[in-house]
Every structure is written in structure tokens, then in C-alpha cells.
Nanobody
Framework: VQLVESGGGWVQAGGSLRLSCAASGFTFSINPMGWYRQAPGKQRELVAGFAPVTAGGVYTNYADSVKGRFTISRDNAKNTMYLQMNSLKPEDTAVYYC????WGLGYWGQGTQVTVSS
């Protein structure tokens, strides 16, 4: 299993970034995946995630702090997951990690830094 994040960077408050997570080594379309972040001195937290549900649907959930501003999506043909981040705030500054749950084991990417200046 390999997860590679990209798209992080520096942006002013109110700006936007789109993170990508390229996945390989597992069946991308059927495994729960999500985005987490970790700010300096804080615990890693879930930002947004989705999990396949019965009847072919997908369940998504978001941290309260990003609802209405961030959107998680995936392209199964490209084995890639995205996180569109709009209206960024300084408190969104963190290292963002891609996570996949594959047969009960959690896998992480190397992380990508997002810095939002005020």
C-alpha cells in the first residue's frame, strides 16, 4: 500500500488549495479513506473521510471546523482522493495526511504541509 500526498503550500487567509492523494497497492474503490491533519503541538485529527456503504453508496463526514469549506472527493479511475479546501483560515495550518483502512490496517502517506497566513 502506498499513499502519496501533494498539493500543499502557502496561501493567504481566504484562499484555496486542493490536496491530492495518489493511492496504490489496494482496491481503491472499496476501502475507507480520509484526510487527517496535525498542527504543531496538537494531536492528529480527522478532517474529512468517506467509507463505502451498501448499495454502492458512499458515506462522507467532516470535522465541524471545516464543514461548508472543505470537500472530499475521489476519482476511482485514477486511484486518487482529493481535498478541496476553500476559505482557508490560519487555524487550518497543519501537515495534512492521507489515510486508508485496508483490511483493518491503517496506512498513512508522508504528509503535505499547508500554511495559511493571516
Amino acid at each position: 500500500v502506498q499513499l502519496v500526498e501533494s498539493g500543499g503550500g502557502w496561501v493567504q487567509a481566504g484562499g484555496s488549495l486542493r490536496l491530492s492523494c495518489a493511492a496504490s497497492g489496494f482496491t481503491f474503490s472499496i476501502n475507507p479513506m480520509g484526510w487527517y491533519r496535525q498542527a504543531p503541538g496538537k494531536q492528529r485529527e480527522l478532517v474529512a473521510g468517506f467509507a463505502p456503504v451498501t448499495a454502492g453508496g458512499v458515506y462522507t463526514n467532516y470535522a465541524d471546523s471545516v464543514k461548508g469549506r472543505f470537500t472530499i472527493s475521489r476519482d476511482n479511475a485514477k486511484n486518487t482522493m482529493y481535498l478541496q479546501m476553500n476559505s482557508l483560515k490560519p487555524e487550518d495550518t497543519a501537515v495534512y495526511y492521507c489515510n486508508a483502512d485496508v483490511w483493518g490496517l491503517g496506512y498513512w502517506g508522508q504528509g503535505t504541509q499547508v500554511t495559511v497566513s493571516s
